[in-house]
């Protein structure tokens, strides 16, 4: 087995070359784009963001997943110095991260730490009641997954923790060492789509009579310990996705702050979704679908009811992509994290 030494975020550690230990995207990982020291996350689809997303030039944008910055950035790029950005983020090392890479641009941009599920009281609280644009880059960053005492990742030895925001009392450990039986299948099979979730489960439990199951290695261990070596990595990933979208509630929050967008834009406001999973996407799609057109209980309706003001009040977003854009061979060549990336537009009516 080849190790090769690589810079991460400010950390050396070394990467281990073999496709069955780390997983494929690790190792193509070694062979495309690393986070240089200092890099925090690389932003995936930001042309495509920021030209479906400034409208106005002079307007009011919604970072709510700001991150290292990436994306708030070449959004504050694009617009004139009347122009600004409010970036949100549950995460303390990103606002931080966010806040020095953003420097240049101090006097356009307010970086608040928040739940982007109260997106509406965060920005009333800095004065603005609509915006023009509102984003969501959804999951978690390059930074929360590579660094090892954040516990979000099993090819690193940490804490079962996978908080974004780490003041929050309930993390990973809480959900494997106390869940039952029946809660763990569930998320697993719910948040992972996993087929072995009752073989994990009663894994989970068996293992924990023992010894608590306190670091991330050791729930990898658990889970390796009982499904075929060929489903391994992908098990394993599915099960740590399941386990940090229970932490983090992040469909729900995905749910209610849609719905918090919608309400915000400004007509013609445009709002931006990026997803990484089909869970996420669906949600997305959804809600999209659901508000961009006549529900379809009442389509049977004869023409003037159905063309009422009421009925059509219910629509309140225009769809600009009917299908989601997916990254190209050289973007997903160029960035790991963008090959399961699904963005998709619409517009406030
Ligand atoms: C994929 S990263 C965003 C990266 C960012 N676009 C950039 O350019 O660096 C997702 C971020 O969303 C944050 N996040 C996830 N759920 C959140 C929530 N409910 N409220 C606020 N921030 C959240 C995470 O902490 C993480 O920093």
């Known amino acids: 087995m080849?190790?090769?030494?690589?810079?991460?975020?400010?950390?050396?550690?070394?990467?281990?070359?073999?496709?069955?230990?780390?997983?494929?995207?690790?190792?193509?990982?070694?062979?495309?784009?690393?986070?240089?020291?200092?890099?925090?996350?690389?932003?995936?689809?930001?042309?495509?963001?920021?030209?479906?997303?400034?409208?106005?030039?002079?307007?009011?944008?919604?970072?709510?997943?700001?991150?290292?910055?990436?994306?708030?950035?070449?959004?504050?790029?694009?617009?004139?110095?009347?122009?600004?950005?409010?970036g949100i983020d549950l995460d303390d090392e990103a606002l931080e991260y966010a806040k020095q890479g953003l420097r240049e641009f101090q006097n356009q941009v307010i970086l608040r730490k928040g739940n982007f599920k109260f997106l509406r009281e965060i920005l009333e609280a800095e004065g603005i009641d609509s915006v023009d644009g509102v984003l969501f880059d959804l999951g978690v960053s390059s930074h929360q997954l590579d660094t090892d005492y954040r516990g979000?990742?099993?090819?690193?030895?940490?804490?079962?923790?996978?908080?974004?925001?780490?003041?929050?009392?309930?993390?990973?450990?809480?959900?494997?060492?106390?869940?039952?039986?029946?809660?763990?299948?569930?998320?697993?099979?719910?948040?992972?789509?996993?087929?072995?979730?009752?073989?994990?489960?009663?894994?989970?439990?068996?293992?924990?009579?023992?010894?608590?199951?306190?670091?991330?290695?050791k729930l990898a261990e658990v889970i390796r310990s009982c499904i075929p070596a060929s489903y391994v990595n992908k098990t394993l990933s599915r099960i740590f996705q399941a386990i940090r979208i229970e932490v983090n509630e992040e469909l729900t929050n995905l749910r209610l702050a849609l719905e918090e967008a919608v309400e915000v834009l400004k007509p013609a406001g445009r709002l931006v979704v990026i997803s990484y999973h089909s869970l996420e996407d669906r949600i997305v799609k959804i809600f999209f679908r659901e508000n961009s057109k006549i529900p379809t209980s009442l389509t049977g309706l004869p023409i003037d009811e159905y063309d009422s003001k009421s009925n059509q009040q219910r629509i309140r977003l225009k769809l600009i992509t009917k299908k989601p854009i997916t990254p190209s061979d050289e973007q997903k060549r160029y960035n790991i994290r963008i090959r399961s990336a699904k963005m998709r537009i619409c517009e406030r009516l």
């Not at 708030?72 to 009347?82: D, G, T």
């Open 152 to 217: 979000f990742s099993y090819l690193r030895d940490g804490p079962l923790d996978m908080r974004m925001n780490r003041e929050q009392k309930k993390g990973a450990f809480h959900v494997v060492n106390s869940y039952s039986f029946s809660e763990l299948k569930r998320i697993f099979l719910q948040y992972g789509e996993e087929r072995h979730a009752a073989k994990i489960a009663r894994a989970i439990i068996h293992a924990r009579t023992r010894q608590q199951i306190d670091s991330t290695l």
């Open 2 to 86: 080849e190790t090769s030494t690589q810079i991460c975020v400010g950390v050396t550690f070394n990467i281990l070359s073999n496709d069955s230990i780390l997983g494929k995207g690790f190792y193509q990982l070694t062979q495309s784009k690393v986070l240089k020291s200092g890099e925090f996350h690389f932003p995936v689809f930001v042309d495509e963001v920021v030209n479906s997303l400034v409208i106005n030039p002079d307007g009011i944008y919604l970072d709510a997943t700001v991150g290292g910055g990436g994306h708030s950035k070449a959004i504050l790029q694009r617009l004139s110095p009347k122009g600004r950005v409010i």
